[in-house]
């Protein structure tokens, strides 16, 4: 959970470096954070993030910035990544889109937001290196479709312009 929290805290997820974006080190700093992630869901029933993503005050725009880090993790730094989740984050960014253009964002300022969100500029392997970053991937991913839509369509439904709210 901490590690989860830290890293949405940060939003900027690429903050460690490596010399390559494939090579063993990275491998072995992802199968690590792996590791770490696993022991502390064991620990504390898997639950912990799913249920402070659902319980915080936060914004649409908070949750599209994560959305945007995950699916940037996801795409460069996943080898296997999958496919359903890959599709669902996708439609929840979609749909994050429409709102955000439907507010009042154009499509140049809603280019630069992912661009910055997603750290485009942020190398391979700094990105893939960075075991906050695969926590948030791995936190987001685990509790599944349905609650990535929940989440989702709750801060959608909110009347008004998107806002960051508490963005831990």
Not at 32 to 47: E, I, K, L, R
Not at 112 to 129: I, P, V
């Amino acid at each position: 959970m901490a590690i989860a929290i830290a890293g949405i805290a940060m939003i900027s997820l690429g903050s460690c470096s490596t010399q390559s974006g494939r090579n063993a080190e990275v491998a072995a700093a992802i199968a690590a954070a792996d590791a770490a992630a696993q022991s502390a869901a064991n620990v504390s029933g898997g639950t912990e993030y799913a249920d402070a993503m659902q319980s915080m005050p936060m914004g649409a725009v908070c949750w599209a910035a994560i959305l945007e880090a995950v699916s940037s993790y996801g795409q460069r730094c996943i080898v296997a990544e999958n496919d359903g989740f890959r599709a669902a984050l996708n439609e929840a960014r979609r749909r994050l889109d429409r709102k955000f253009l439907n507010s009042g964002w154009n499509d140049e300022q809603l280019a630069a937001f992912k661009r910055q969100m997603g750290e485009a500029e942020t190398s391979e392997a700094d990105l893939c290196s960075n075991a906050d970053a695969l926590g948030i991937y791995r936190e987001t991913e685990k509790p599944g479709v349905e609650w990535l839509f929940k989440i989702t369509d709750g801060l959608i439904s909110r009347p008004g312009p998107p806002e960051w709210g508490t963005c831990l």
